[in-house]
């Protein structure tokens, strides 16, 4: 069985400040982001439901009678006021996670042809969740500030002391139920993902944990 790290690693290619970009630094986060959006976008070509966040999005669009695309956007919007409270703070790496996960998502979307086989959509599933989890965990550890929803999750787990697996769970797990009944599309891929986003996240921590560990001595 993987082992999980339930805190956020401290890593050599991490920031000074959340606007300390250094080309050391500009690697492990545009590395991070692209495999976030290459994630994203096989769920995507799968045709087997969208991530949780995304039916959440879908939700609000039907009842606020607005597109996806606006809907995603108010969203985040609300979730970054969220992280007041919280005394989390964006950084660059807040604005290049807008910017680079939709790019590549975009691209992955429209060059990779959804599959006819069974078999490999669950490929392109559990792709999808092994490479959100790596690129999360290149990412977040550059300290220049976490996407909207990552900083509502690492902002959680510093202020309740709760495993940065479980807060992830929790957060998609919840969006998941309020965008369902608010007529998003669900789908086993979208279950699928909510059940073991926060795994993923937390064994590729430990595994870049150990990796560091291995390089230092």
Known sequence: MAKLSHKIPVTPWRASSTWGLRAPIALPLVLGLTLFGIGEGLLVV???????????AQGVSLHAHISLGWSTAAISCVVLLA???LRE????????????IALV???????????RDALVKVVFVLAAVVVIGIGSALYLTTGLGPGPRDGLMTSLHRR?????????LTLEVLV????????????????????TIGFSIGASLHATDRLVHWYQR
């Open 160 to 168: 309740l002391g709760v495993s940065v697996v479980y807060v992830r």
């Open 105 to 115: 998502l975009n691209v992955t979307a429209d060059l990779v042809p959804t599959p």
């Open 83 to 85: 992280w007041w409270p």
């Open 176 to 195: 998941l139920v309020v965008g369902w009944f608010m007529g998003g599309t669900v789908g086993v891929g979208t279950a699928f993902f909510a059940a």
């Open 46 to 56: 799968a045709k087997w439901g969208a991530t949780p966040w995304t039916v959440f």
């Open 89 to 100: 703070r964006p950084g660059i790496g807040t604005l290049a996670n807008l910017a680079i």
